[in-house]
Nanobody, 125 residues
Framework: VQLQACGGGLVQAGGSLRLSCTAS????????MGWFRQFPGQERELVAA????????YYADSVKGRFTISRDNAKNTVYLQMNSLKPEDTAVYYC???????????????????WGQGTLVTVSS
């Protein structure tokens, strides 16, 4: 499985970015997906997650109302639309594919088997 993430960059506070993550290697629609972010010196934290069909989503409290996760199974792609960005959103963002079974999301990165390469989001004040 390969996950290719893109869309990061530099944006001013209050701006927007959309991250994309395209998967290859196994049936994308069979797996729940998540977006994590990582601050320097810290473990990756779950930002948002979406189930296989796209009908259920989860958001961390810190991004609720500002970020939207979605997926297009026909394109093997999951998205993270980030609006009203804040300097504290600055981090490396990773897409991840969850292992099969259980809930459609877990907070722990250990529940995710495959990871994209990470894309840096920098929000200036």
């Amino acid at each position: 499985v390969q996950l290719q993430a893109c869309g990061g960059g530099l944006v001013q506070a209050g701006g927007s970015l959309r991250l994309s993550c395209t998967a290859s290697g196994r049936t994308f629609s069979s797996y729940d997906m998540g977006w994590f972010r990582q601050f320097p010196g810290q473990e990756r934290e779950l930002v948002a997650a979406i189930n296989r069909s796209g009908g259920s989503t989860y958001y961390a409290d810190s991004v609720k109302g500002r970020f939207t996760i979605s997926r297009d199974n026909a394109k093997n792609t999951v998205y993270l639309q980030m609006n009203s960005l804040k300097p504290e959103d600055t981090a490396v963002y990773y897409c991840a594919q969850k292992v099969a079974g259980g809930s459609y999301y877990y907070i722990s990165p250990r529940a995710y088997a495959y990871w994209g390469q990470g894309t840096l989001v920098t929000v200036s004040s």
